[in-house]
T-cell receptor, first 112, second 114 residues
Framework: GNSVTQMEGPVTLSEEAFLTINCTYTATGYPSLFWYVQYPGEGLQLLLKATKADDKGSNKGFEATYRKETTSFHLEKGSVQVSDSAVYFCAIKVGGGNKLTFGTGTQLKVEL | DTAVSQTPKYLVTQMGNDKSIKCEQNLGHDTMYWYKQDSKKFLKIMFSYNNKELIINETVPNRFSPKSPDKAHLNLHINSLELGDSAVYFC?????????????FGSGTRLTVV
């Protein structure tokens, strides 16, 4: 089956620190990869995506590169802000099906 | 505003009761979903409808019954509520190229069973 593994949180960083949240996946086919973000009290929002190997998704200073050889899609940001505090979910979708499979989420806390 | 909207936002109820959560999207999407998020933030798909037709039905107790009167609405009815049903329930929708656009989520319904 399909599954997503994320690093456990919470991750606590100081403002302007470098962020990496690891995500690896197993899939029965060739997946599309997504990062979603959930701010406190809100629903999930699509942060970025990549649909084929070596694609780099980017948005709001966040980046992730589709690494087929390592089945990974790690999320990075060069300088985090307090406003980035949220839960981040890695997700995959395989083939023509509609189902997104999510990782367990990683909570990020950014402090001044 | 174009969005996925859920009601109610909060729902507190006693064990054994029956309750419904409503979801509407005005994005013109063909597919709608219900996800359950537990206390550890783990998200698990429950159901998916495409043009009013059930296409995904994960292992969910049959006390949970989705209803889609039209492609813009997907309601969730829960019978005989149990303590373990306490969670945040998210509705979502998508259209066609999900691999490109992903899902649009509602803001969630926090269900507390006491």
């Amino acid at each position: 089956g399909n599954s997503v593994t994320q690093m456990e949180g919470p991750v606590t960083l100081s403002e302007e620190a470098f962020l990496t949240i690891n995500c690896t996946y197993t899939a029965t086919g060739y997946p599309s990869l997504f990062w979603y973000v959930q701010y406190p009290g809100e629903g999930l929002q699509l942060l970025l995506k990549a649909t084929k190997a070596d694609d780099k998704g980017s948005n709001k200073g966040f980046e992730a590169t589709y690494r087929k050889e390592t089945t990974s899609f790690h999320l990075e940001k060069g300088s985090v802000q307090v406003s980035d505090s949220a839960v981040y979910f890695c997700a995959i979708k395989v083939g023509g099906g509609n189902k997104l499979t999510f990782g367990t989420g990683t909570q990020l806390k950014v402090e001044l | 505003d174009t969005a996925v909207s859920q009601t109610p936002k909060y729902l507190v109820t006693q064990m054994g009761n029956d309750k419904s959560i409503k979801c509407e999207q005005n994005l013109g999407h063909d597919t709608m979903y219900w996800y359950k998020q537990d206390s550890k933030k783990f998200l698990k798909i429950m159901f998916s409808y495409n043009n009013k037709e059930l296409i995904i039905n994960e292992t969910v107790p049959n006390r949970f019954s989705p209803k889609s009167p039209d492609k813009a609405h997907l309601n969730l009815h829960i019978n005989s509520l149990e303590l373990g049903d306490s969670a945040v329930y998210f509705c979502a929708s998508s259209q066609g190229e999900e691999r490109i656009y992903g899902y649009t989520f509602g803001s969630g319904t926090r269900l507390t069973v006491v």
